[in-house]
């Protein structure tokens, strides 16, 4: 199985993790105010890590520790924007809004590398957007909003996240810079607690079960695979299987909450995942190379 393949399949793990997080996210913030989960949330992900690879840790370079505030910072301000915007804005704008990274992402990516995408990965995103508007959209969309206006801007963060974290793994040591993301944003947002919300430990026994599960598999897991995935697959590919994640959250809504989904979300889902197999498997190639297996016969 080629590198780039298995970067992908890693990436749409990650998407799967994150679909689920809604749920436990959901029941968290029910017991915790925003910044004040968020802070516990990276910073037990962040101790927890560190002490899985503590001899990483111990001897991380400078340009490591660098990268990883760098993109720490971005990842916080993601996390801050789109957290401020949903007080303004409707959740299905959001995610919406949010996913228009996966055409920023090329857009952005093909400026800073002068590297214009392929028509491939173009119509893939293309298709993806669409089905992201399907799946997320609700008929009752009013006019822009300060809210939006924030998440847009969460938006191009998030996008300029995924270029550069494509572009520093390739120079450093993966995992401690993931590492490192983690404890920034965890401090950041415990800072922001303490200056606008009333921050709290007390959690009850099954807050604390779904902070820990969180920690674990939907932050420091989920980070850690991107940053060392981003290494064997480029930005763009990144993107577009982010999109996946408002679809594993409608099929774990489904299955825990007995949300549908409905036919237009159903086929918001469908252009989607079409979009990123479209992205993933070269059909022209696959095409040629079965027609001269046929002629050699």
Same mark, same amino acid.
């Given at each position: 199985m080629e590198k780039q393949l298995k970067a992908d399949i890693g990436l749409l793990l990650v998407t799967v993790g994150w679909g689920a997080s809604f749920i436990l996210t959901k029941d968290s913030l029910s017991e915790l105010q925003t910044y004040n989960f968020l802070a516990i949330r990276f910073l037990l992900a962040f101790f927890i890590s560190a002490f899985f690879y503590y001899k990483r840790m111990m001897k991380i370079e400078k340009t490591t520790l660098k990268f990883g505030l760098i993109l720490g910072v971005l990842l916080y301000a993601h996390y801050a924007l789109q957290t401020v915007g949903l007080n303004y804005t409707s959740a299905s704008k959001s995610a919406f809004i949010t996913g228009l990274n996966v055409i920023l992402v090329p857009i952005f990516y093909s400026i800073l590398s002068k590297n214009i995408p392929s028509k491939r990965v173009s119509i893939s995103a293309i298709l993806a957007l669409i089905g992201l508007g399907f799946l997320t959209l609700n008929t009752n969309i009013d006019g822009v909003n300060i809210g939006d206006i924030y998440t847009l801007i969460c938006a191009f963060v998030f996008a300029f996240y995924i270029?550069?974290?494509?572009?520093?793994?390739k120079d450093v040591e993966s995992i401690s810079m993931a590492i490192i993301q983690l404890g920034v944003v965890g401090i950041l947002s415990m800072i922001t607690s303490l200056a606008f919300e009333n921050p709290t430990m007390k959690v009850s026994l099954g807050g604390w079960i779904n902070i820990v599960v969180l920690a674990i598999v939907c932050t420091s897991g989920a980070y850690i695979v991107q940053n060392v995935a981003q290494k064997y697959t480029t930005p763009n590919h990144t993107a577009l299987i982010y999109t996946c994640e408002p679809v594993f959250a409608g099929i774990f809504g489904f299955l825990f909450f007995n949300e549908y989904l409905g036919v237009k979300g159903s086929f918001?889902? =469908?252009?989607? @995942?079409?979009?990123?197999?479209?992205?993933?498997?070269? =059909?022209?190639? @696959?095409?040629?190379?079965?027609?001269?297996?046929?002629?050699?016969?």
């Open positions: 270029i550069y974290v494509g572009k520093y793994t918001g889902a =469908f252009l989607i @995942l079409t979009g990123m197999l479209m992205a993933e498997i070269n =059909f022209k190639k @696959l095409f040629n190379k079965d027609k001269s297996k046929s002629r050699s016969k």
